[in-house]
């Protein structure tokens, strides 16, 4: 059975950092492009961050540029999400997501995207 697990979420002083984790089971995450989601209260979900099966293609949003960084750990099979600099506007919970058949494309709108994880409050606050 395919899951995702998000974790690491928790609350942060403007400026700080958090790291999450997106941890798979039942497939290869190696194999399957991997994205992360937002969404705060009243508010649509936004496209964070993608990358591909191969790592050949990376991209962020707008909003996240510079900031926030995703990586793959393939013995893990996790992938993560290094969040620096972060702002009040930060505040959402986070998923991540996957496609359940092997893909090479990354893309930040969540329309192809099959699989959810339970996502992982993320506050920023001081």
């Known amino acids: 059975q395919l899951q995702l697990v998000e974790s690491g979420g928790g609350l942060v002083q403007p400026g700080g950092s958090l790291r999450l984790s997106c941890a798979a089971s039942?497939?290869?995450?190696?194999?399957?492009?991997i994205g992360w989601f937002r969404q705060a209260p009243g508010k649509e979900r936004e496209g964070v961050s993608c990358?591909?099966?191969?790592?050949?293609?990376?991209k962020y949003g707008d909003s996240v540029k510079g900031r926030f960084f995703i990586s793959r750990d393939v013995a893990k099979n996790t992938v993560y999400l290094q969040m620096n600099s972060l702002k009040p506007e930060d505040t959402a919970v986070y998923y991540c997501?996957?496609?359940?058949?092997?893909?090479?494309?990354?893309?930040?709108?969540?329309?192809?995207?099959?699989?959810w994880g339970q996502g992982t409050q993320v506050t920023v606050s001081s």
């Open positions: 039942g497939y290869n995450l190696r194999d399957h492009p």
């Open positions: 997501a996957t496609d359940g058949t092997i893909q090479t494309w990354c893309t930040l709108s969540d329309q192809p995207y099959d699989f």
């Open positions: 990358i591909t099966s191969a790592d050949g293609s990376i």
